[in-house]
T-cell receptor, first 112, second 109 residues
Framework: SQTIHQWPATLVQPVGSPLSLECTVE??????LYWYRQAAGRGLQLLFY??????ISSEVPQNLSASRPQDRQFILSSKKLLLSDSGFYLC???????????FGDGTRLSIL | GESVGLHLPTLSVQEGDNSIINCAYS??????FIWYKQESGKGPQFIIDIRSNMDKRQGQRVTVLLNKTVKHLSLQIAATQPGDSAVYFCAENFNKFYFGSGTKLNVKP
């Protein structure tokens, strides 16, 4: 069966520090991969998605970037974190468009 | 942009009762819908989905109803249990997924 792993589960970082959040999927090949941010009481905001290795699409301009170095690995990064980057970050995968998206357990990022 | 909304932010039910959570979606061209359950501190968990060529789909203790005329989606949970307490939100797909903000379900023992 397919599984998705995100780490770390929680992270506290100072303003201006770099960021790297990792997501890996097991049990499937060539999934579509997604990074979302979830603000309290709000719907999920799509940040990036990828349909293949090295292919990244950005949904909103921001301080973050994403990379997909391997088929089942998706990384969310920043060179310098801002206070506004605080939030709950979720990774998701799907087998194809118009298929269920399955989520990891997220990373709670706090910027001090 | 597109938006997906919910009629009720919080729903309290007695254990054993049936729960109905509603969702209004905005794009009549959306052709695929999902209900998710999210427990505190965890990622959303897929519950059930429905495509626009259907108006009802049943799972284990859950039923999703789709009314395309009024762009309304509902999730029915039968014999609600304490473990059902969570935030439930819907998602519609039109080129990409759009997610609602959710309804918090409280199950009273």
């Amino acid at each position: 069966s397919q599984t998705i792993h995100q780490w770390p589960a929680t992270l506290v970082q100072p303003v201006g520090s770099p960021l790297s959040l990792e997501c890996t999927v097991e049990g499937t090949s060539n999934p579509n991969l997604y990074w979302y941010r979830q603000a309290a009481g709000r719907g999920l905001q799509l940040l990036f998605y990828s349909v293949g290795i090295g292919q990244i699409s950005s949904e909103v301009p921001q301080n973050l970037s994403a990379s997909r170095p391997q088929d089942r690995q998706f990384i969310l990064s920043s060179k310098k974190l801002l206070l506004s980057d605080s939030g709950f970050y979720l990774c998701a995968w799907e087998d194809g468009f118009n298929q269920p998206q399955h989520f990891g357990d997220g990373t709670r990022l706090s910027i001090l | 942009g597109e938006s997906v909304g919910l009629h009720l932010p919080t729903l309290s039910v007695q254990e054993g009762d049936n729960s109905i959570i509603n969702c209004a979606y905005s794009n009549s061209a959306s052709d695929y819908f999902i209900w998710y359950k999210q427990e505190s501190g965890k990622g959303p968990q897929f519950i059930i989905d429905i495509r626009s060529n259907m108006d009802k789909r049943q799972g284990q203790r859950v039923t999703v109803l789709l009314n395309k005329t009024v762009k309304h989606l509902s999730l029915q949970i039968a014999a609600t249990q304490p473990g059902d307490s969570a935030v439930y939100f819907c998602a519609e797909n039109f080129n990409k997924f759009y997610f609602g903000s959710g309804t918090k379900l409280n199950v009273k023992p």
